[in-house]
């Protein structure tokens, strides 16, 4: 049993005696009251929430641990299984866990998606943090100015989904600066733009006030240039930069040397498009590159994940996964471990290890690391085939069935 919606008149004098008999190992029941109008009636009514909630948690990366390229991890979809009561409902997740991927491209809501879809498990949107959520903690910063979106899929409509109000893609960008790229021409897959995507005229006059890199760039070669002609300048490529001036802010949404997709070998990520825009950059006559990156090993990105992890927590035991009202009321005690199972040592073993307790890290073999010897500071808790025995090795280590 992990949940059930009992009326308070009919059952709370049994409540004391159901709270000693069915504690449990790693975690214990725990109930809530909400109100609710009768059926039927003006009358509103108290119902009794029970949820049995674990003193655990888990954050899963994505590539590398349940997918590669977009197809699943064996045994990553029936790991997942084991979090739920019925893996058809998201409300009957029995064990809090998320998403935290430096990937991104999408928006939440989108990936959130995707993810039941590969992994046939039902995942709310709250449940995925990607390498660029922390920008939604910008838009006001940059409040009726204009930035620039880089990256694959779309990542002009997540900054727009985090309040972002005038957003210009690359793609879009470019089109407003003729021969801007030098080898456009070569690129046989450049399109015209479509009128959909036509920039409004006042945008088109206006000048950058940032760059945000929200996925991995797809043409570095045009994307290194028009980067570089936009930070050296005012904003605005084939302008002087103001003496005195900073240079326009540009911040990076992982800083990933590579990661696992389906090639046998791992893929160069955004760090290294970073490393590689910062050497560039540094032997203009400028000052050096300054930049802001996100992502996994970064402690900023642990700490939000324990406030989602706790959220989500708080949404289970007040019935808010089954239709109670949402609270932000904090009503789970502080996780005594939060697992991160992760491929990548120095991305996310390096970053549960900066974090430090609850964060408890468990290493994969099905990404980036395959067995060779690690430095102490990349060492995970444990270190396991796949996720399937990463799952099962929390579920003994916490004594649940
Ligand atoms: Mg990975």
Known sequence: M????????????????????????????????????????SRSESVLHVRFVTHFAIAFDIDGVLLRGGTPIPGA????????????????????YIFLT???????????????????????????????TPFRKLADLFRNQ???????????????????????????????????????????????????????????????????VVSDPVDWSRDLQVICD???????PGTEAVPGRPQPPIFFAADDYDYQSTFPVPRLGMGAFRIALESIYNRLPSAPLQYVSYGKPQL??????EHVLHDLSTQIISGALVGAPKTREPMHPPFESIYMIGDNPSTDILGARIAGPPWFPILTRTGCYRGQSISRLYEAGKVVEDVEEAVDFIIRREGLQ
């Open 146 to 212: 204009r930035v620039l979106a880089v990256g694959k899929g779309e990542p002009d409509a997540v900054l727009r989904s985090y309040g972002f109000d005038h957003v210009v893609h690359m793609d879009s960008f470019v089109k407003e600066f003729e021969n801007i790229d030098g080898l456009g021409r070569f690129k046989p897959w450049n399109q015209p733009l479509k009128e959909d995507d036509a920039t409004p005229a006042a945008d088109h006059l206006s000048k950058l006030a940032g760059v945000f």
């Open 2 to 41: 992990a949940s059930a919606v009992l009326r308070r008149r009919d059952l709370s004098k049994m409540w004391l005696g159901v709270d000693v008999l069915l504690r449990g190992h790693g975690g214990r029941f725990c109930r809530n009251f909400t109100s609710r109008r009768a059926p039927g009636g």
């Open 300 to 305: 900023t990105v642990y700490k939000h994940a």
């Open 77 to 96: 979809p029936a790991a997942l299984r084991l979090l739920y009561d019925d893996p058809t409902l998201p409300a009957q997740l029995r064990i809090p």
């Open 230 to 236: 936009v930070l050296r300048s005012d904003g605005k």
């Open 102 to 132: 430096n990937g991104g491209g999408t928006t939440e809501a989108a990936r959130a998606l995707e993810l039941s879809k590969q992994l046939h498990v039902p995942v709310l949107p709250d449940q995925v943090i990607l390498g660029h």
